[in-house]
């Protein structure tokens, strides 16, 4: 079955998380300056602008709880601020589901869905992704939640969007904070 039968438009909520503002100080969650910015994402690489978003709080909470297990030191994380949750409403045209089986198979991807805990085969999938398809976003199982389908994070190809980023990012509102402690 070829690639561009799975690619799907999609339309639905997730979550961004941003430091808490300090006082005085704002953050737009729709300024996108940062993505890519970082050697340590696992679907992107240095430069290439990716947003990445979760299906919710708790994936996103859960996640970045991880890259301080993983990544960076633990006592990075009690420095850090509290984070702000916002909360989007987003319409895509295309996009595919990395958590889909027949897909994976597809892509000759195997050991699904432990093989995206390797960023290497993370990156160069979504770097194929990229480059040879129409593709906007990728659903990608959470690797918090690797043992559960339902958990997804949403891998935005920026690049892959008009410069109005609110023609795909809607109703942004406050979804409350989390901390890790």
Known sequence: MPISSFIVPWSGYAVRH????????????????????????????????????????DVALAEYARHFQIDRSPGLAKKTQRRKVYRFKIELSYTLDLRNRALCKALS??????????????RSTATFLRNTTSVQAIFVPSI??????????????????EPNTKTFFKNCRTDGYFRIS
């Open 144 to 161: 918090a939640f690797l043992d559960d389908p339902d958990k997804w994070c949403l891998v935005v190809f920026l690049e892959k969007l």
């Open 109 to 122: 991807l195997t050991k699904f869905p432990g093989c995206f805990a390797d960023k290497k085969i993370a």
């Open 18 to 57: 941003l430091p808490e503002p300090k006082k005085g100080q704002t953050f737009d969650p729709l300024d996108f300056t940062w993505c890519g910015k970082s050697s340590e994402n696992r679907w992107n690489t240095l430069g290439e602008p990716t947003l990445y978003l979760a299906q919710e709080k």
